[in-house]
């Protein structure tokens, strides 16, 4: 644990991707190796289920700090993150011991069934073996908040550096559902772990437009900078779950972008086992499709947490795959050939399949200019899509985000004035900061909540809106200040649908703080009946029935 310890803090020390490579680099090489499999799955998404929960381990830490419930709950407030409060609220360690670890998370799997009085026990043994820096690694845990800072790219670069394998090799082993408890380093590195007949390959990623490489003086949201349009693969964005379907010997698998299997959620796919090639892996889009098109992504929502999905969701929700690209053809692996090439080979499977099959063709749109393409960009909305893609034909399908081949030219979002009614602080790094906020647009004389935010604004301005809310709070509800209705900010969202769950009967899909509106005062943000009549607007969608409003 200390090494790891050592790590962390390394990481944390600094900002620059080469400092971090060769941190995790050499713990790569000289880590106790059932501790380098554990490192390698938490920094993969790989993190033990929680045992514990947030209202125990507050009460536990309390207890063994020796103060009241109301004073730790005040102190957390202040810290904005529960490991951190308990780290510096405990007092010190008793009984420090070395531990591993691997040894510290397989005690914290075996917590699961457990009653409270064993789980208590274990955990109070925890804090007073370990010193501070441990105690808060072993708390992050605990709560499934670690974060290292590190993305996959960088742990699979620092992996490379330390075992000499190449980079995409790797990434492509670490793929899949393999268990760390169960997997040595030797084994995750040299074959990859889980069954290999059902791994599928790392995603490739695609850049935003607006983020691309332009001449002096171009206009953002230009593909003229490209060059010609004939170059490029133009295709809808579809807004659905991104994912792979793997038809291999003995294996039929589909797997999300955030690599978790998800075959038994759409079991309307199992025909396409009996018809796809041996050996064939397609990168798609799933979607709720229905009479010819697709239902919106609250539709799709009904269908990813469950595991098991009845006759009734199957018949109101039915899915269907948009492919977009062969990765593997008769066990051929397919990615560094050309799109153009894998996409002709894609076109003819997919013709040769059986009718009624719940797998088609992503449509390729044609256009002679990029002036074409962005008045077919403009329809997106209507056939419930985000935007294009744009995809050079002459690109392999790379692992990760590069830069230059794959781009997404998404719709300018949604906008809408409003005004904050409440403010909650950060975590991690913004723990001291006011940045998550609750606002309202006007209903009549009244205001109505109908989104939260947290992201879009620069720490300079979280800072100030910090003081300026430290100086207003009207109220206090735990972490959160019921402050007076007088910061406006422009929130951009993506979408827009009915919600019964919510007040205002209305639900924003990512929205986010875009502008700090100092030019405006309260009586100048938007109201409920524009949000409304966007909601009317909406392909396909209803407004909220009254009562739920």
Do not use: C
């Amino acid at each position: 644990m200390n090494s790891f310890v050592a790590l962390f803090n390394a990481l944390d020390a600094t900002t620059k991707t080469s400092v971090k490579t060769a941190a995790l680099a050499e713990y790569l090489r000289t880590a106790p190796e059932a501790d380098r499999v554990w490192t390698i799955a938490l920094l993969s998404g790989r993190r033990p289920k929680r045992a514990v929960s947030a209202t125990e381990l507050r009460v536990w830490a309390a207890e063994a700090a020796g103060i009241p419930l109301w004073l730790f709950e005040e102190s957390y407030a202040v810290a904005g993150d529960l490991g951190e409060a308990i780290a510096h609220l405990l007092p010190p360690a008793q009984d420090l011991r070395p531990v591993t670890l691997d040894a510290m998370i397989r005690g914290l799997i075996a917590l699961t069934g457990r009653d409270v009085a064993e789980r208590r026990a274990f955990v109070l043994a925890a804090w007073d073996g370990l010193a501070a820096d441990g105690r808060f690694l072993f708390n992050k845990l605990l709560t499934g908040g670690f974060r290292m800072g590190v993305s996959q790219g960088l742990m699979t670069r620092a992996l490379s550096q330390a075992t000499g394998v190449e980079e995409a090799t790797l990434a492509h082993r670490l793929m899949g559902d393999w268990n760390p408890a169960t997997t040595s380093f030797a084994t995750l590195t040299r074959d990859g772990g889980g069954d290999a007949a059902s791994r599928p390959y790392p995603f490739a990623l695609a850049s935003a437009l607006e983020e691309a490489p332009l001449p002096p003086g171009a206009v953002q949201q230009n593909p003229d900078a490209l060059g010609p349009v004939k170059e490029w693969l133009a295709e809808w964005k579809w807004d659905g779950i991104r994912g792979q379907l793997i038809a291999r010997p003995g294996a039929f698998a589909l797997w999300s972008r955030g690599e978790e299997l998800i075959t038994d959620r759409f079991p309307e796919f199992a025909p396409l086992a009996d018809f796809l090639p041996p050996g064939t892996v397609i990168d798609g889009e799933v979607l709720i499709w229905r009479d010819g098109q697709p239902l919106p992504f609250a539709d799709l929502q009904k269908r990813i947490g469950r595991k098991t999905v009845g006759r009734k969701l199957l018949a109101e929700s039915p899915a269907r795959m948009l492919a977009y690209d062969l990765l593997e053809d008769a066990g051929q692996d397919l990615r560094e050939a050309p799109l153009s090439q894998r996409r002709a080979r894609l076109e003819a499977m997919v013709a040769a399949l059986p009718p009624g099959l719940p797998l088609q063709m992503s449509p390729r749109l044609d256009a002679e200019t990029w002036a074409d393409a962005a008045l077919q960009r403009a329809e997106a909305r209507a056939l419930r899509a985000e935007g294009l893609m744009l995809k050079r034909l002459s690109s392999p399908y790379h692992t990760g985000r590069r830069r230059g081949d794959w781009w997404k030219w998404k719709l300018d979002p949604y906008v809408v004035d409003a005004v904050m009614l409440y403010a909650q602080a950060g975590h991690g790094r913004r723990a001291n900061l006011f940045t998550d906020f609750t606002f309202a647009v006007r209903d009549g004389n009244d205001l109505v909540p109908f989104a939260k935010a947290y992201s879009g604004l620069t720490d300079a301005e979280f800072a100030e809106i910090t003081r300026w809310v430290q100086g207003h709070t009207l109220e206090r509800f735990g972490p959160v200040r019921r402050v007076p209705p007088e910061l406006v900010f422009e929130l951009a969202f993506e979408g827009i649908q009915a919600s019964p769950r919510h007040k205002s009967g209305i639900a924003l899909r990512f929205p986010r703080m875009v502008r700090w509106r100092r030019d405006k005062g309260v009586a100048e943000i938007d109201h409920i009946d524009s949000l409304r009549a966007l909601l009317r607007q909406a392909p396909g969608a209803s407004p909220p029935d009254p009562e739920d409003i």
